[in-house]
């Protein structure tokens, strides 16, 4: 697995905030299960990240599949009664770093009890002045 995203999962798993921003490249892209819109940018994939970590209970990978520049991990957490499956597909760039990160969520009322809880928060976070 890319460097990248093993030193994701294990900033993930110590709930190491900085540690998973020093895995993304300046360009992030993430294309999230609940916006047509991907998130662009570091400081966008951030603020999803925060609320995503704050939102996600008992949050746990089990399996990784990993390839050269390409990895997917599978994950199973909580959003409020939901159980989520959910998979992310991690693309690192020339630099090491993630470039591109697709989140995948099943079953679909996972999908709609993960956008109920974080669609509200995503538009305060970005009402809110920069600090």
Same mark, same amino acid.
């Given at each position: &697995? $890319? %460097?990248?995203? $093993?030193?994701?999962?294990?900033?993930? !798993?110590?709930? #190491?905030? #900085? /540690? &998973?921003?020093? %895995? =993304?490249?300046?360009? *992030?892209?993430?294309?999230?299960?609940? $916006?047509?819109?991907?998130?662009? /940018?570091?400081?966008?994939?951030?603020?999803?990240? @925060?609320?995503?970590?704050? %939102?996600?209970?008992?949050? @746990?990978?089990?399996?990784?599949?990993? /390839?050269?520049? *390409?990895?997917?991990?599978?994950?199973?957490?909580? *959003?409020?009664?939901? !159980?989520?499956? +959910?998979? #992310? =597909?991690?693309? %690192?760039?020339?630099? /090491?770093?993630?470039?591109?990160?697709?989140? &995948?969520? @099943?079953?679909?009322?996972?999908?709609?009890?993960? +956008?109920?809880? *974080?669609?509200?928060? =995503?538009?305060?976070?970005?009402?809110?002045?920069? $600090?």
């Amino acid at each position: &697995m $890319s %460097t990248a995203a $093993s030193d994701f999962r294990a900033a993930i !798993e110590r709930r #190491d905030f #900085d /540690g &998973m921003l020093a %895995t =993304l490249a300046d360009d *992030v892209v993430l294309h999230s299960p609940v $916006s047509f819109k991907p998130f662009e /940018g570091k400081a966008a994939v951030a603020r999803l990240l @925060r609320i995503l970590v704050d %939102t996600f209970e008992d949050f @746990r990978y089990t399996d990784e599949l990993a /390839g050269e520049d *390409v990895a997917a991990l599978i994950f199973r957490t909580r *959003v409020g009664a939901r !159980e989520v499956e +959910g998979l #992310d =597909l991690i693309r %690192t760039g020339p630099d /090491g770093r993630i470039a591109d990160f697709t989140v &995948m969520v @099943r079953p679909l009322t996972a999908v709609v009890a993960l +956008g109920e809880a *974080v669609g509200p928060q =995503l538009a305060a976070a970005e009402e809110a002045p920069a $600090s």
